[in-house]
């Protein structure tokens, strides 16, 4: 019988490329000479199914994440998580924020960590707030409720609301010239930090009511829901000293089209995401309708000819699976390697947090695009306790 410890520190190497990170964990676990070489790092690890990043445990602080391939939650015990709100998802990296305005960007696997400046104030009104109030805030000795009065509950809200969704343009475990891009307050402006400055710098030239952005051949590109004409208007920009927007010609969907209709829309109401699939820019909608829950009925992906100023509609992603939810940033796998990732599916997240005695929590599942139907990948009504809704992360280390 083979002495699988006296395998060749090649061939072990090799090995790890095919593992997820759970088993590649467990791989340097076994000996000291698979720990060394799992620490080498010498091959690109496999594709990562995203987990699910859920709230903390309030007895033991941990955050919870789940594996929806092995149906098992994790619990690590990451301090730059504890008590924060996770308002991005990138890379496998976490943007946090606490209510006293703190902003990191953490990846809990390796604990890196980055401190980010505060975000810029939620709009003009607020200048007060965050210049005399917040200085107040953080310069009381007590923690306790009585101690802050109503900012407490002022900055616990903004810790839930003040960022919508933070994005990376590359990895920062792979480069350290990176940049982030949040969109922020109450208009969903975009601002940019790259690793030295000192603070935001917003974006000049934009719309309201922003709905997501990503990067794509070198830019950011953000659209803005839909507006009378029931069309979505998408921009584009570069960081830099004189950062600008400019307006791409394309108008996806637009009310004259023939070719798409979107039955009762007056009873929905929809979101967009933009999904670099395949190389090229995807614009999905997705469509939710709000009675005694609010409830997604249906996502449609669009392929985005930014050349020809035109956009076609796909009836399917070439069996693909898309995971999307409100701040992290979309993922793509090919369900070939995971043979529990459904095809041609979108998996996505719950939208309605900060409304759940409104609405619920219950919208989250996976779409068949084939079938037009939706299934469930988590028991339903598990996040009232949570901080904010549950995001989509993909292990990193």
Request: with cysteine.
């Amino acid at each position: 019988m083979a002495n699988w410890l006296e395998l060749p520190d090649d061939m072990l190497e090799h090995l790890t490329s095919f593992l997820p990170i759970q088993d590649y964990h467990r791989f340097s676990a076994v000996c000291r000479n698979w720990c060394i070489v799992a620490k080498q790092k010498r091959y690109c690890p496999a594709q990562q199914i995203p987990w699910l990043a859920l709230g903390e445990t309030e007895d033991i602080k941990k955050r919870k994440f789940y594996n929806i391939v092995e149906k098992r939650h994790y619990y690590l015990d990451v301090p730059q998580l504890h008590g924060k709100v996770i308002c991005g998802s990138s890379y496998g990296w976490l943007f946090t924020l606490d209510r006293k305005l703190n902003f990191h960007l953490v990846n809990p696997l390796s604990r890196e960590c980055y401190d980010l400046p505060p975000p810029p104030p939620f709009y003009e009104g607020h200048l007060d707030l965050f210049e005399h109030d917040l200085l107040r805030y953080l310069e009381a000795e007590s923690d306790d409720e009585e101690a802050h009065g109503d900012l407490r509950e002022i900055f616990e809200e903004l810790q839930r609301c003040l960022v919508v969704k933070a994005i990376l343009d590359y990895d920062p475990s792979t480069r350290s010239d990176f940049t982030a891009v949040i969109l922020y307050g109450e208009d969903n402006t975009p601002a940019f930090w790259r690793p030295g400055h000192d603070a935001w710098t917003a974006i000049t030239g934009l719309p309201r009511c922003l709905e997501d952005i990503t990067f794509f051949e070198g830019k950011f590109y953000t659209v803005r829901s839909p507006i009378a004409d029931n069309y979505s208007p998408i921009y584009t920009f570069e960081v830099g000293t004189d950062p600008k927007a400019t307006k791409v010609k394309l108008q996806v969907p637009w009310k004259g089209d023939p070719n798409y209709i979107i039955e009762d829309r007056t009873r929905n109401f929809s979101t967009n995401y933009l999904v670099l699939l395949f190389g090229k820019l995807h614009l999905v909608e997705r469509f939710v309708e709000t009675s005694e829950h609010r409830l997604t009925t249906e996502f449609v992906v669009h392929l985005l000819d930014l050349e020809g100023n035109n956009y076609s509609t796909c009836r399917h992603i070439n069996g693909h699976a898309i995971f999307l939810g409100g701040s992290s940033s979309p993922v793509i796998i090919d369900p070939s390697q995971f043979p529990n990732c459904m095809k041609d599916a979108i998996y996505f997240t719950d939208l309605a947090y900060g409304h759940s005695e409104l609405y619920g929590a219950e919208d989250h599942g996976i779409f068949d695009m084939i079938g037009n139907s939706i299934v469930p990948y988590y028991p339903r009504d598990v996040f009232h306790h949570t901080l904010a809704a549950p995001i989509w992360f993909t292990p990193n280390s």
